[in-house]
């Protein structure tokens, strides 16, 4: 069974973003249209919870945060999922609670905050 040109390039995208295994401040934009909805969302609920104990998407583009917010709620249902529902917290479309927190230092501790 051949895989398709969606499939292929999203398994290129997931190579590229499990080399983020280790803990820090990951950046990434990759060109719309390069698979990061379905890519994060798979690797969100079946990849990182094995490697880390929290896992923040910081996301600026809304359009995107409705997709993968989409994805990551179908990977939690497809079964492989390392995660549940209760796990995943997603503040949306609130520029000024977000600059708010980086720049009163709660944004960083929660990412360094053990669990």
């Known amino acids: 069974m051949s895989i398709t040109y969606k499939e292929q390039l999203s398994e290129h995208v997931e190579g590229i973003f499990k080399k983020y295994a280790t803990p820090g401040l990951h950046i990434c934009d990759i060109a719309t249209g390069g698979g990061k909805s379905y890519t994060i969302g798979k690797l969100t609920c079946e990849f990182y919870p094995k490697e880390f104990d929290r896992i923040i998407i910081l996301c600026v583009q809304n359009k995107l945060v409705d997709s993968m917010n989409r994805e990551i709620d179908r990977f939690i249902n497809g079964g492989n999922s390392q995660i ?32």
């Open 84 to 115: 549940s529902p209760i796990d995943k917290m997603v503040i949306e479309n609130n520029p000024e609670v977000i600059i708010k927190v980086v720049n009163n230092g709660s944004f960083q501790r929660l990412c360094y905050q053990t669990i």
